[in-house]
């Protein structure tokens, strides 16, 4: 149901994303100029309600100081509303790759206990077995939901279900924090995951240690234009005359007034 609730009986999910301010500053200005398009989601939650999708919207609102918001009260239980706070965190594109696979293998853990049924790989409602579900597979839910095809779902869900919480929490927002490495690192053991991260980070922070040791090169001012450099000149002339000292003005003044010889003129 759709109404505007008070922003001060509002609150966000303990799990939800860290807030990004840019983002937040970003929409609190669409927001100013046209309104808010989408509700934010949310479901009772004591004498309040509790933000299950659109934390962002909901700071945007706060940054203004606005009394009131949109939103769209759910009676979603404690699995189907995580399962929506993930799949807008899975549609947003500033996820880093380790917060990808994070999210995607949590999201598979939690459809396949909604959906047991589906742990069988039936997907489109065609049964290959006498059980089959007229569920989507897990990889193919995810992929309507998001966007994303099934197999980059499939991907990101296998990362994250084969490396180590810590591992990822080491990773994210590294250099390391790539597919590529992640890749490397699923194919380990456990603890081999662990030690070839913190292996890696080290040297990563060492290399940058050398590279921050190096002596800055320096860049040459770019060319001046003509009427700079003609303001250059004149302020280094006037700088020299100056500092000059009475005789040496005479005699420049004797010299300026000689006529010079115009090479242009020999033979």
Not at 129 to 142: G, M, V
Not at 162 to 168: G, Q
Not at 219 to 224: M, S
Request: proline share 3%; glycine share 4%.
């Amino acid at each position: 149901m759709i109404q505007a609730l008070p922003i001060d009986k509002i609150s966000k999910r303990a799990d939800a994303r860290v807030i990004d301010e840019a983002t937040v500053a970003a929409l609190a200005d669409s927001i100013a100029n046209v309104g808010l398009l989408n509700p934010i989601r949310v479901r009772v939650a004591g004498d309040g309600w509790e933000v299950i999708a659109g934390a962002h919207r909901f700071a945007a609102h706060q940054h203004l100081g606005l009394a009131d918001i949109v939103a769209d009260v759910v009676t979603d239980d404690d699995l189907h509303a995580e399962l929506a706070m993930i799949d807008e965190n899975l549609c947003r594109a500033e996820l880093s790759p380790s917060d990808r696979a994070r999210q995607t293998a949590r999201r598979k853990a939690i459809y396949e206990e909604l959906h047991p049924e589906t742990v069988q790989h039936v997907a489109g409602g065609k049964a290959r077995q006498e059980t089959a579900s007229d569920k989507l597979s897990f990889a193919a839910a995810t992929a309507e939901a998001t966007g994303r095809d099934a197999r980059t779902v499939q991907r990101d869900a296998e990362r994250g279900q084969k490396i180590l919480p810590e591992v990822l929490d080491m990773i994210v927002g590294t250099k390391l924090d790539t597919g590529a490495y992640m890749d490397k690192l699923k194919s380990m053991p456990g603890s081999d995951q662990f030690k070839a991260a913190q292996r890696d980070l080290l040297h990563l922070r060492h290399l940058e240690r050398q590279q921050a040791a190096k002596p800055k090169v320096k860049i040459a001012d770019a060319p001046l234009n003509d009427e700079a450099a003609q303001e250059r000149q004149v302020a280094a002339l006037m700088s020299a005359w100056n500092k000059a000292s009475a005789e040496a003005r005479t005699e420049f003044m004797a010299r300026i007034d000689t006529p010079v010889f115009d090479r242009s003129e020999a033979a």
